[in-house]
């Protein structure tokens, strides 16, 4: 079976699906559930996963795109947690996606004499340490004019000092991809736009599930010996098959501006009442975020109102000499954090990023809880249960994890073109830069798009509307990347709906045009993607202009009044049969 997610592949794998009992069958295609479906498959287990949308169309690319230890939780003495969130940051700069995972400094501003430096420069020391082998650089401490030197957009009377620190970020969404090709190159089926109605339980065991494939309707009855759930911000709505897990969404803001309208040569943190406002250079832009507020609506469509909008504004402003106005934002994006419930009533922000795994019937496991940075340890540990179960079955021992060991696609062969990447773009005559962007979203998977655009020169050409992306990245996100519609690849494979001031209104027409040749769309097909995509940016326009979260949700959902099958809420899960 190819490994590309090609249509192909796609109908592949739904034959696989109707035909086969698979050992492990994952609903939902965020970083947890593809982390769980490339654990598995490494393990040698027969593998499935679908997922009701798009690989990372729930919190997965929704994220601030920190691979971070959290600083936060270092403050709440949570030093596992910090030093599992490091070790992991460690192994996917090194090992596991380097070119994905990248460095990123941060500037934290310090706004008391005396006691803070000690106790933010002790708390960077020990965050340097927990790191273990270095894999980015250690924290220095600046003076009030070295801080402004590096940061000149701030504001002098703000601050008396900073500690410079660095983290590490990645494209959240394309990740995500990117795991999910490395799970088909080990063999795993995995269809989108699948959604599980029903677990299927057959003599007190949950054998499989009743899903629809959304694309054509058609129903599927999936045989699994063991479903996991890692179903995000869906898990446990209600009285589902989750058990007593429990999952609290909260919702997080982010904009973009430009990158020249913030004079300053690192990322910025510093502390809000309730948590911390991050400011990461972005590619041409600054992403500013984020908020962290309950929401009690529907999970498919968390929306930025105007107050979300406001916030973040005044938290930077009140550190910038020249202040942003909503006339700067580019792009803005909600996400749900799938916390796990404590007690209701309780403040969201104290709500742990810890994950937990629980079995509420044989044959089912759950997953909830947890942070982006560690997927691997929350697949491996939700792999674990269930292979407790399998193994326990018809005792025959399920390998242990060895994701700490498989680099995602594209990370063989980086470093090399890497240095080779002069030479690479002579002999395909793109610019360096242009190589090098390149490179930090397909790694050495690089060949296929300049095999790709050899073949046909007109796809080297920048995207209309949206110049910093060409067309081969489009062609490519269907033929490779498991696109099927025009908001897989405006929102996640490239990120042209937060970055481009129009929200990719312009680019939404020349990309469809490249779509319908690949994908083989009619043009009622490719008008419909493009009249279903202006639909999705007007409701978040629309929610943008609204004062608060329930007016800002109703707008969006009056918007979304044409909205198709794939975009609803997959519903609670029943168990079906005896
Ligand atoms: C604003 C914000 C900022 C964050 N920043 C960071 C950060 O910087 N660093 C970090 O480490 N973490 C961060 N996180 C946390 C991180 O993004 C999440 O923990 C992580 O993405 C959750 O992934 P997931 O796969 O569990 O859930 P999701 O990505 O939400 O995936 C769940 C999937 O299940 C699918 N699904 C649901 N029901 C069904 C069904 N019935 N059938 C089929 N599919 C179904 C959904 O469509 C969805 O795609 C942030 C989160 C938010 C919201």
């Known amino acids: 079976m190819t490994t590309a997610l090609s249509p192909q592949h796609r109908a592949a794998s739904l034959a696989r699906m109707a035909s086969e009992r698979f050992d492990i069958l994952v609903v939902g295609g965020g970083v947890t559930g593809t982390g769980a479906a490339l654990d598995a498959a490494t393990r040698g287990l027969n593998v499935a996963l679908v997922e009701a949308t798009d690989y990372a169309a729930g919190a997965s690319s929704k994220s601030s795109k920190l691979i971070h230890g959290g600083l936060r939780y270092l403050e709440m003495l949570d030093f596992a947690l910090v030093r599992e969130a490091l070790t992991e940051r460690g192994l996917l700069l090194t090992r596991l996606a380097p070119h994905l995972v990248k460095p990123v400094p941060f500037l934290w501003p310090l706004t008391h004499r005396g006691w803070e430096r000690p106790y933010v420069g002790t708390g960077l020391l020990l965050y340097d340490t927990m790191g273990g082998r270095r894999a980015v650089p250690r924290a220095r401490h ?32 394309r990740m995500v991809a990117v795991l999910a090709r490395t799970a088909a190159a080990h063999d795993a089926a995995l269809a989108t736009n699948v959604r599980m109605n029903e677990l299927v339980n057959s003599s007190g065991r949950i054998a499989g599930v009743m899903a629809t494939d959304l694309l054509t309707g058609a129903p599927l009855q999936i045989a699994a010996r063991h479903v996991v759930l890692a179903t995000g911000a869906w898990t446990g709505r209600s009285d589902g098959p989750g058990g007593d897990v429990r999952v609290r969404p909260s919702k997080g803001v982010h904009i973009l501006v430009p990158r020249d309208r913030i004079a300053m040569d690192t990322g910025l943190l510093t502390r809000t009442e309730k948590s911390v406002l991050f400011v990461i250079p972005w590619g041409e832009h600054w992403l500013i975020g984020d908020t962290d507020t309950e929401w009690p609506f529907d999970p498919s469509y968390p929306v930025a109102s105007r107050a979300d909008i406001d916030y973040l504004l005044a938290k930077v402003n009140h550190m910038l000499t020249e202040p942003l106005t909503a006339g700067d934002i580019e792009g803005a994006f909600a996400g749900l ?82 240095e080779a990447r002069e030479q690479v773009a002579r002999s395909a005559g793109l610019p360096v830069t242009q190589v090098e962007r390149l490179l930090g979203r397909y790694g050495s998977d690089l060949t296929d798009l300049l095999a790709l655009m050899a073949g046909r020169p007109a796809l080297k050409e920048p995207m209309p509307g949206a110049a910093s992306y060409l067309g081969a990245e489009i062609v490519y996100a269907c033929s490779h990347e498991g696109a099927v519609h025009l908001d897989d690849v405006l929102s996640r494979r490239t990120r042209i709906r937060i970055e481009v001031r129009d929200r990719g209104a312009e680019a939404a027409h020349h990309a469809a045009e490249l779509m319908a040749a690949e994908l083989g769309w009619d043009q009622a097909k490719t008008a419909s993607e493009i009249g279903r995509y202006q639909d999705l940016i007007a409701a978040d326009l629309a929610a943008e202009a609204m004062p608060d979260d329930l007016s800002a949700f109703e707008a969006a959902r009056d918007r979304l009044g044409r909205v198709t099958p794939s975009e609803q809420s997959p519903p609670i899960p029943s168990i079906q049969g005896d």
Do not use: C
């Not at 600046?142 to 590096?150: Q, R, W």
């Open 337 to 418: 954090r799938p916390l796990v419930a404590a007690g209701a009533g309780a403040d969201t922000t104290k709500l742990s990023r810890e994950h937990i795994v629980r079995s509420p019937a044989p044959g089912l496991s759950v997953i909830a809880g947890g942070k982006y940075t560690t997927y691997r340890v929350m697949a491996r540990d939700l792999i674990d249960v269930a292979a407790r179960d399998l193994s326990g079955r018809d005792g025959q021992p399920v390998p242990a994890s060895r994701t700490h060991e498989v680099p995602l696609r594209g990370a063989d062969g980086y470093q090399q073109m890497w």
């Open 142 to 173: 600046l003076s009030k004019t070295g801080t402004l030197t590096l940061a000149p957009a701030l504001r002098p009377d703000a601050l008396v000092g900073g500690v410079q620190f660095y983290d590490a970020q990645e494209d959240d969404a």
